[in-house]
Nanobody, 124 residues
Framework: VQLQASGGGLVQAGGSLRLSCEASGRTFGRYGMGWFRQAPGKEREFVAGITWSGDTTYYADSVKGRFTISRDNAKNTVYLQMNSLKPEDTAVYYC??????????????????WGQGTLVTVSS
């Protein structure tokens, strides 16, 4: 399984970006997916998660109300729509496949495949 993240870039505070993560293989629709981010000098942190069906989503408090995770199983793709971006959202964003069937989407140990990351830079 390979995950290819894209859509990062430089944006001014208050702007928007949409990240995409396309997965290879035929089993994409069987797994939950997550987005994480890592800022320089900080640990990787959970941003958003979505169940295999897309019926349930989870968000970190810091992005709730601004970010939206969604997926299109027919296209093997998960998205992260980011609105009202802030300088503190600057980080490398990673998508990942959740292989453990728990309700907690925030634990990195529950993910087995990771994308290469895409850099989001928000200027003030």
């Amino acid at each position: 399984v390979q995950l290819q993240a894209s859509g990062g870039g430089l944006v001014q505070a208050g702007g928007s970006l949409r990240l995409s993560c396309e997965a290879s293989g035929r089993t994409f629709g069987r797994y939950g997916m997550g987005w994480f981010r890592q800022a320089p000098g900080k640990e990787r942190e959970f941003v958003a998660g979505i169940t295999w069906s897309g019926d349930t989503t989870y968000y970190a408090d810091s992005v709730k109300g601004r970010f939206t995770i969604s997926r299109d199983n027919a296209k093997n793709t998960v998205y992260l729509q980011m609105n009202s971006l802030k300088p503190e959202d600057t980080a490398v964003y990673y998508c990942a496949r959740k292989y453990r069937g728990s309700y907690d989407y925030s634990r990195t140990a529950d993910y087995d495949y990771w994308g290469q990351g895409t850099l989001v830079t928000v200027s003030s």
